[in-house]
Each structure stands twice: as C-alpha cells, then as structure tokens.
C-alpha cells in the first residue's frame, strides 16, 4: 500500500486530535524502522539509538501543527533525528575525539557492545567514522551504508550535490589516512 | 562504493549492527505509548462571520487613521493663511506672518536688521 503522505499532511493541518494521533502512528510505523538506523549510524549504541528515537518521535508529535508541508515527512522526521544525534555526540565529545588514547573510548565501547557484529575493520572503521567531522559523518554513513544518491540526500539534507560529494570525498581520505596511521 | 579505496573494499558496507530479538515487533506500539498528551485540543473552530470580516476591519480602520494624520498634517501646513501660488512657492497672508513672528520671539530689531543686510 502507498504511503498516504499528502492525506498525513492534511490531517496534521485541519484534523482533530485523535485523527492526528491515527495519522502519527501511520508514520511511526512508515519511518520508525529506517530512522532507527540513521540515528544508529551516527550514536552506535542501541540503547542511545533507542532514546533518541523516541526523543525524535516526540519532538514530532508536539510540533506537528508546526508542521507546514514545505518539505517531505521524512525529510522533516530526518532533520529532527539528527539534531538529536548530533547534540546527543556534542553532550559526550569524548566519544568522538581524533586519534591516540581518545580513540580508545569507542574502540572499547564496540568491544564490549553485544550488538556490534563487526570485525576487527569494521570496528576501526567505526572509529574512523567517529573522527570525522559531523557532516562528513552523516553524508559518509547515507553514502556507504545506505546507498543513497546524492540527488537524495540533497533533498535530505538541503546541500547541494557538489557540496556532498566534496564532504564524501574527503570523509573517505579521512578514513584512509585514519586507517594508515594506525596500521 | 568499490571504486573508494582498499579500505573500504575491505569492510562488506554492511551494517555491522544488530538489535535486540524481537526490537522492532513492538517499537512502533512502545514508541506511541510514550508519546506525550498535547497541551491543547487542535481540532478545527468553526469559522464565525466575525472571525472572517474582522482582518479586513482591522485594515480599513489603519487606513482611515492614516488617513485622518495625513489629513490633518496637510491641515497644518496648508491652512492659517497659505495660499498654493503658481510658481510652486507658498505665499503668506500679513496676519499669518504677524502672529508667527508674535510667537517666535523674534525682536523687531533682528527682523529690520535681516531686511537691510539682505536687501530686501
């Protein structure tokens, strides 16, 4: 069945209170899943990524009035997901510091993580990724991880291509040197 | 992403992540469990005749304020004695002159004194 995004829409403007609450959970259940991902991408932990979910669904559902239809619902949840992935990182810089005894934190995070099923390179280059810059970060793990087109995540992240390519290219360089100075 | 570097041809691109069993049957329910009452009911108010006309009161009234201080700026200059002249200057009656220069404070001397310097 298609996702009825522009009824969604319509009843977030003109609906009652218990439509919206009806047309919300349509979109929990479109979007819960794949928004996990994204957020774990960036945080790693399950646990956190399962906080700022719900973090994520409810800053939505207080703000749906707000809700004005310039942008697509994804869109609108995505933004909101990654503010809260991003001030979530920036409340714990330690987890995300360069290279040396730093880097150790989130190695040893993954270690002890039983949901990370990684190997010995997936792990570094976890922490690879945790070096990065925050948007290097979110446009290295859509690219990689997710396949996205960059048409996509323009959309997504309002940047345009040029600009994500260039952010990807050198996310890329980054993870490389990352991995070369550590060998 | 093959074409990146040896780096990443090493990892599977796969998410090296898993969830709990069973995480996902129940996320959507947990998720709208938690969700928090709003504070107030959003539902459509029916529209009164008031509520309609009432933007356009509100911009009828501002016009004829404006209006009404344009009206009474253009009073103040262009009334007491002014006549338009044709030539674009505006000329004064006697009595408009005397009553100003009454209430100015200006001396008779000055005014003489002004008139003879600059001859006219």
Redesign the interface.
């Known amino acids: 069945m298609l996702f009825p995004e522009n009824e969604i829409v319509e009843v977030f403007k003109d609906g009652s209170e218990g439509e919206k609450r009806q047309a919300f959970e349509l979109l929990v259940r479109e979007y819960s899943q794949k928004l996990y991902w994204q957020i774990r991408h960036l945080v790693i932990s399950h646990d956190d990524a399962n906080d700022i979910l719900q973090n994520t669904f409810v800053k939505a559902w207080l703000n749906i009035d707000s809700f004005m239809g310039y942008s697509k619902l994804y869109t609108w949840l995505f933004r909101i997901a990654l503010n809260e992935s991003l001030s979530f990182l920036n409340r714990r810089p330690q987890t995300v510091q360069i290279d040396g005894e730093a880097g150790s934190s989130l190695e040893q995070q993954l270690e002890s993580d039983p949901y990370f099923d990684g190997d010995e390179t997936e792990r570094q280059l976890q922490q690879a990724i945790a070096t990065l810059p925050d948007k290097q970060r979110v446009v290295f793990n859509l690219r990689y991880f997710d396949g996205m087109k960059y048409e996509d995540m323009s959309r997504l992240l309002g940047t345009s291509t040029g600009a994500l390519k260039t952010s990807y290219h050198l996310a890329v360089k980054k993870i490389e040197t990352y991995f070369n100075t550590t060998d | 992403?093959k074409q990146?570097?040896d780096?990443?041809t090493?990892?599977?691109?796969?998410?090296?992540?898993?969830?709990?069993e069973g995480?996902?049957e129940g996320?959507?329910a947990?998720?709208?469990d938690?969700?928090?009452e709003?504070g107030h009911?959003?539902?459509?108010r029916p529209v009164t005749a008031w509520m309609r006309i009432r933007p356009y009161l509100y911009m009828a009234a501002a016009f004829a304020g404006m209006y009404f201080v344009l009206g009474l700026f253009a009073d103040g200059r262009g009334g007491a004695g002014a006549d338009g002249a044709a030539d674009g200057c505006t000329v004064y009656s006697d009595e408009y002159i005397d009553s100003f220069l009454d209430e100015s404070m200006v001396s008779d001397f000055v005014i003489y004194d002004l008139l003879v310097n600059n001859d006219l």
């Open positions: 992403m990146d570097n780096v990443l090493k990892c599977s691109g796969s998410r090296p992540f898993r969830v709990p995480y996902f996320l959507d947990r998720i709208m938690a969700l928090p709003r009911d959003t539902a459509v």
